[in-house]
């Protein structure tokens, strides 16, 4: 049986969330622009829909690896991930250096410590409806993202422990 987590914002913040795994809810982060179903890069909003939960990427000099169904794999600082609508790679995984505008996943701050592909506009990738959605951590402020589902660490890996292989953006209700 497929296990799908829910995120619903929250009524008086645009960037903030719940997020239902089972019978637990957690704190989420979302874009600085609430959710939508007309994503475009760079419009700081989360998509809405179910996606797929692709793969885990982890850093190992920081810490150690999720127990999850997920496929998991160690980051290197040569990962990074395509934002340019322009590339043939755009929203994939892409070994550095790159001279396609992209993120680098080996982040100096914690946030890519623990981070989980969201199988959005992956297949095939559509050029500029949106790339790099991630669920990762938060910031210890709990300022929004770009896009992402942010969480506690505690709660990223409780939602990886729990086999949860599908995430259900919701828009916020009116």
């Keep these: ?22 019978h637990t809810t957690m ?9 939508t179903d007309q994503k475009r890069e760079g419009d700081m909003a989360t998509p809405t829909g179910q996606f797929t939960l692709r793969k885990v990427y982890y850093r190992a000099d920081r810490t150690h690896p999720p127990v999850t169904t997920l ?6 600082p040569h990962d990074g991930w395509c934002d340019d609508p322009a590339s ?6 892409i ?8 993120e680098v996943l080996w982040r100096e701050d914690d946030l890519y410590n623990l981070v989980v592909v ?11 409806f949106g790339s790099a959605i991630f669920m990762h951590l938060q910031r210890p402020d709990c300022t929004p993202t ?3 589902v942010a969480l506690t660490e505690q709660d990223l890996r409780a939602v990886l422990r729990s086999g949860a292989t599908s995430i259900a953006i919701h828009a916020a209700e009116n």
């Design 1 to 22: 049986m497929e296990t799908i987590i829910h995120v619903w914002p929250t009524p008086d913040s645009r960037s903030h969330a719940k997020l239902h795994c089972g």
């Design 27 to 35: 704190a989420a982060v979302i874009g600085k622009n609430g959710t």
């Design 71 to 76: 496929p998991v794999e160690a980051l290197t």
């Design 88 to 93: 043939p790679q755009y929203n994939q995984h």
């Design 95 to 102: 070994t550095l250096p790159d001279a396609a505008r992209h």
């Design 118 to 128: 969201i199988g959005y506009n992956d297949a095939p990738a559509l050029p500029g």
């Design 146 to 148: 770009e896009g992402c």
